[in-house]
């Protein structure tokens, strides 16, 4: 049995608010800190700020016993043995990572450090930020021997957290001596020695895991770029499979066929070989755009990454023009849109392809009727109800008398549509989808002229 650590979240976002969680599910204390005070002050509350499967459950476990939420960074990190660093790492002008909310909490935590602490970047960053954010504490006063700082990228998705975060496939730790790297070993020591999974109420997706995740031991600067370079490399087989989609639609192939029998190569693997309409999200842009700056920075010319980033603009603007020529005019025309979050099982809709294309099927004269499982509150903050775009309670209302009905995000309640009822909600019978959710054969048979992503023609 491990002891318990009192460690310290800031940021209580999708990364942090999941990982305090997390944390206080396999057995530690945990001080979730935001400086949102509406926010915490709901976390205080029993309230969920965003979507995410077994986080309502966890945070009833632990909260008000081993979970605590507070505005005040001074008192978490006196009370800490590790800091994590969960703040946003946003894209900036440049395309590089904006680091001032990391520079800002590490000013902050310098100011309250009286006895030895583990910082750790959590927040996905450049390389070099850890030496960074050494200078800053050592510049606050703080002696070298007090403080170490390390790095822990977090892999979680979206719409899966809690179960990859208590199952990850690998447990990176970037540290530089064993003092720090023992901190980081005990915390994770639940997950990593599998003891966590026997549990009797483990969370259910992770309870009958055999396999404990791995701890990979690395240098800080490793650490750094393992997590740039997974996210450009996923991002580049997304792009990858788009670029191939749009083969398989100049010669009459199926582009599902296609994915599956390369996917079915090991050394390739099934995942992110799903071709669509591009990827969006909070993470995948900007680590991408962030890390072909880091490169430049370092005089290393990472041109394949500009060339994912142009496909992946190209594959958006390839679906608007699909929709145009199925359409022929767009002025006037009901577009029913299901889908608003950047991919399913979540209300995220930073950078969603959705919201960009339906800003423009807006702006050329189309009323919109959207409907998302979970995203539609936070899509009603950046396009608000107005005489040209409404929200529906269901995709049914969503269909209704529309000229067209749009797929652009993968939610599997979609791929549950009772499709008969869909067929005589619509006003014309076309459905143009850009996550390739359907069988092409079944969407004729229910009379559907059906377009999608990579596979020649309509049915
Ligand atoms: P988020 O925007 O959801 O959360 C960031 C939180 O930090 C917000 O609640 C904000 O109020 C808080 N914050 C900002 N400045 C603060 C300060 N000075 N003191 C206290 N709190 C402060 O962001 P996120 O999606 O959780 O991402 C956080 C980091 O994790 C980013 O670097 C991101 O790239 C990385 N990451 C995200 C994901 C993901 O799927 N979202 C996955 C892996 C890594």
């Not at 029993?46 to 605590?68: C, D, F, M, T, W």
């Not at 730790?173 to 790297?181: L, P």
């Not at 915390?187 to 396999?211: C, F, H, K, M, N």
């Not at 995948?284 to 994912?308: N, W």
């Amino acid at each position: 049995m491990t002891e318990k650590i009192t460690i310290a979240v800031v940021g209580s976002g999708y990364v942090g608010l999941v990982a305090s969680v997390c944390f206080a599910e396999i057995g530690h204390q945990v001080i979730c800190v935001d400086n949102d005070e509406a926010k915490i002050s709901s976390l205080r509350d029993g309230e969920v700020p965003i979507y995410e499967e077994y986080l309502p459950e966890l945070l009833a476990r632990h909260r008000n016993k081993s979970i605590e939420f507070t505005t005040d960074l001074h008192a978490a990190t006196r009370r800490s043995q590790a800091i994590f660093v969960a703040v946003g790492t946003p894209q900036s002008q440049t395309g590089s990572a904006d680091l001032s909310y990391v520079d800002a909490v590490a000013s902050e935590i310098a100011r309250s450090i009286t006895e030895y602490k583990v910082i750790v970047e959590k927040s996905t960053v450049p390389v070099y930020t850890n030496e960074w954010i050494s200078r800053v504490i050592e510049r606050n006063g703080v002696p070298r021997d007090l403080f170490d700082v390390t790095s822990n990228p977090e892999f979680l998705r979206e719409g899966t957290a809690v179960v990859d975060f208590l199952h990850a496939d690998r447990i990176v730790i970037g540290v530089e001596n064993e003092r720090a790297a023992t901190l980081l070993r005990a915390i994770y020591e639940p997950l990593t020695s599998g003891r966590y999974y026997q549990t009797v109420d483990a969370v259910p997706g992770v309870r009958s895991s055999v396999d404990p995740p791995p701890i990979l031991q690395t240098s800080t600067k490793a650490a750094e770029l393992i997590k740039h370079a997974s996210n450009a490399f996923l991002a580049m087989k997304i792009s990858f499979i788009n670029v191939v989609s749009n083969v398989c639609e100049a010669a009459g192939a199926d582009v599902e066929e296609v994915s599956r029998g390369v996917g079915a190569d090991a050394r390739i693997g099934p995942k992110f070989l799903k071709a669509g309409i591009g990827y969006g999200g909070s993470c995948f842009p900007k680590d991408v755009a962030a890390f072909r700056y880091v490169a430049e920075q370092l005089g290393v010319d990472f041109g394949l990454l500009r060339e994912v980033e142009k496909i992946n603009a190209e594959q958006k603007r390839r679906f608007f023009q699909k929709v145009r020529s199925a359409l022929w005019t767009f002025r006037g025309k009901k577009l029913a849109v299901l889908g608003l979050a950047f991919k399913g099982g979540t209300d995220d809709i930073r950078e969603s392809p959705a919201i960009d294309l339906i800003g423009q099927f807006l702006m050329e004269g189309c009323i919109v009727s959207a409907y998302d499982p979970a995203a539609i509150e936070r899509t009603k903050q950046v396009l608000p109800p107005s005489g040209t775009l409404s929200y529906a309670k269901d995709a049914y209302e969503a269909a209704g008398e529309a000229d067209a009905l749009l797929i652009l995000t993968d939610w599997q309640e979609f791929v549950e549509l009772d499709l008969d009822r869909l067929r005589y909600t619509l006003r014309y019978p076309i459905v143009i989808d850009g996550r390739n959710l359907f069988d092409r054969v079944i969407m004729a048979q229910h009379g559907f002229t059906y377009l999608s992503v990579g596979r020649a023609g309509g049915v």
